[in-house]
């Protein structure tokens, strides 16, 4: 039986977030394990940095191929999970208006959550946050219908 300590788990939940519960290398889903990217018996670190999660096959690979650190980095840094799920460019003319429902009443947001909600918007449509202004703002049921209790939520550049 192995001293070694177990990962701890709320690191072992921030790599599988990390990764979106795929593995860095390859996407799979399945027989997902945390491997070190410097390895245990020189480091005996379970630290989030020196950890990656790969499914059975790359994690076998990994050692049997001898990756190097770097390469376990750049899977890490890079997660496959997300490149292939990134949104492609966005012109400036698909930047001009974004649409969103949101799961509560524009009055019950206080002001820190509507600082967060804009600051977040202008991060994934990369635009200034001065370039952002609400052009309107109502309940869902006045736009669409009732959906559930969602406010309806329209964002757009100047």
């Not at 990756?67 to 899977?75: D, G, V």
């Not at 202008?122 to 370039?131: H, K, L, M, N, S």
């Not at 959906?147 to 757009?156: E, L, Q, V």
Request: aromatic residues 6%; proline residues 6%; positive net charge.
């Amino acid at each position: 039986m192995s001293d070694r300590p177990k990962i701890p788990r709320d690191v072992e939940l921030d790599l599988l977030f990390e990764c979106r519960y795929r593995c860095a290398c390859d996407c799979e889903p399945v027989s997902l394990e945390k491997a070190h990217i410097i390895r245990w018996c020189e480091t005996k670190d379970h630290s989030f940095a020196n950890l990656i999660v790969l499914c059975a096959n790359c994690h076998t690979r990994s050692h049997a191929d001898k990756w190097s650190e770097s390469q376990l980095r750049r899977f890490k840094e890079n997660p496959c999970a997300l490149e292939r799920d990134r949104m492609p460019p966005m012109s400036p003319e698909q930047k001009v208006m974004i649409d969103m429902i949101l799961g509560r009443e524009p009055n019950m947001l206080n002001e820190r959550q509507r600082q967060q909600l804009v600051y977040r918007l202008a991060a994934v449509v990369d635009i200034q946050v001065g370039a952002m202004r609400v052009v309107d703002l109502a309940p869902s049921h006045q736009l669409f219908g009732s959906i559930g209790n969602a406010t309806y939520c329209r964002r757009t550049s100047n």
